[in-house]
């Protein structure tokens, strides 16, 4: 079975679009492209990867598709749709054409409506993701977690996958809020999670393994490996000790489980959730 980075992003850096790259972030204030990722994935065995958006707009998802006609290690894009739009159900058709495009994500977790997820016409925008078979990707702050479980008890038949296992505060080590919370979502069959992102929500330059063990024993126990994915969230892992680094970090974690159990996590899942060939 193919192994399989989950999450991951290209752009051609706008610092008037970008503006989510600060000055902190000095280091992603450039172009970061297929071929810059090419050789980390081949060094790393891995088959191919799925693109996630990382500006709000459609122009987005043609820019991906144009990486993935030139890039077969390209397996699947995760667009942008405005899920609120009157036309979405003719957007949807129309990227139904387009087979790379295997969902959408938005940036809730930048939203000043924190609940915007339980509004009835994003709510709807859903629903028309499943009906034309679309994941999303849910992404996330802990504070929003309470608003997706209310949404999921309503709602549970989308195909979900939360985005950096709802980004914990690791630096702190305040997990108690959000692993009640995370545990509770796991209870929902059709929501995934990616194993992503995470050493970014520690101390960049000085975490240790031992950081992110209490958030990892979470959630391998609550998703359990038949819905968990691995993903790098690269280039934004390059703030915080980079691809090398944080991926022998999840190669120590999953060092104990069985060989079925680490294909699932490291390819099966993903290829599963969105549907790869």
């Known amino acids: 079975m193919a192994r399989i980075d989950s999450h991951q992003h290209f752009w051609k850096y706008d610092p008037r679009r970008d503006t989510w790259i600060t000055s902190e972030m000095s280091a ?15 060094k790393h065995q891995f088959d191919g990867c799925v693109v996630v958006q990382s500006a709000q707009t459609e122009e987005e998802n043609i820019f991906q598709l144009k990486n993935a006609e030139n890039n077969s ?15 979405l159900e003719e957007r949807l058709q129309e990227y139904k054409n387009s087979p790379l495009i295997k969902g959408f994500r938005h940036i809730l977790q930048g939203e000043t409506n924190r609940a915007l997820m339980l509004e009835e016409d994003f709510k709807n925008g859903l629903y028309l993701l499943s009906k034309y078979n679309f994941t999303y990707d849910v992404l996330i702050y802990p504070d929003q977690l309470i608003f997706l479980e209310e949404f999921l008890n309503t709602t549970n038949y989308i195909p979900l996958v939360i985005d950096h296992i709802a980004k914990p505060d690791i630096k702190a080590g305040n997990f108690s809020d959000w692993s009640k919370r995370i545990r509770k979502i796991a209870a929902f069959e059709n929501v995934y999670c990616k194993v992503s992102g995470l050493v970014t929500e520690a101390d960049w330059l000085n975490w240790q393994y031992e950081d992110f063990k209490p958030c990892l024993d979470t959630v391998f126990n609550a998703f359990g490996t038949d819905r968990l994915m691995y993903g790098s969230d690269w280039p934004v892992c390059e703030l915080a ?18 060989k079925l159990e680490q294909a699932k996590f490291w390819g099966e899942n993903a290829t599963k959730f969105y549907h790869l060939a």
């Not at 290690?73 to 749709?81: A, R």
């Not at 691809?243 to 489980?257: A, N, V």
């Open 28 to 42: 992603l204030a450039r172009d970061f492209m297929p071929e810059d990722l090419e050789p980390i994935l081949k």
């Open 241 to 258: 000790g980079g691809y090398d680094r944080m991926l022998s970090l999840l190669q120590k974690y999953t060092s104990s489980l069985t």
């Open 73 to 87: 290690f390209i397996k699947g894009i995760v667009g942008w749709v405005d899920l609120k739009s009157a036309d």
